[in-house]
């Protein structure tokens, strides 16, 4: 069975940092493109960062030189530090797992966790 488990969210305040965890089961982890999206309600999910297999990472503008997300294939885990943080960091954290053939909604989602900056 495939699994995807984050771990790590909490509260913080702003300017503070926290590191999420996603642990990966039941897919050929190195293969896959991992990614971390957010949501808050009332709005679309949205990309955050995705690492490839070969180690290529993408951030969405807003996160650029506060967010950096790694892997470790031995572990099977994708991390994402968020240093930094702000009010408008505040959402629940998704990691995605696909193969580039596959479309992001069809591929592996986690149960999310939740990321609180705040005062």
């Known amino acids: 069975q495939v699994q995807l488990v984050e771990s790590g969210g909490g509260l913080v305040q702003p300017g503070g940092s926290l590191r999420l965890s996603c642990a990966a089961s039941g897919i050929m982890f190195s293969i896959y493109v991992m990614g971390w999206y957010r949501q808050t309600p009332g709005k679309q999910r949205e990309l955050v960062a995705f690492?490839?297999?070969?180690?290529?990472?993408t951030y969405v503008d807003s996160v650029k030189g506060r967010f950096t997300i790694s892997r470790d294939n031995a572990k099977n885990t994708v991390y994402l530090q968020m240093n930094s943080l702000k009010s408008e960091d505040t959402a629940v954290y998704y990691c995605?797992?696909?193969?580039?053939?596959?479309?992001?909604?069809?591929?592996?989602w986690g149960q999310g966790t939740q990321v609180t900056v705040s005062s």
């Open positions: 995605n797992a696909r193969l580039p053939s596959m479309l992001v909604r069809d591929a592996y």
């Open positions: 690492i490839t297999d070969g180690g290529g990472t």
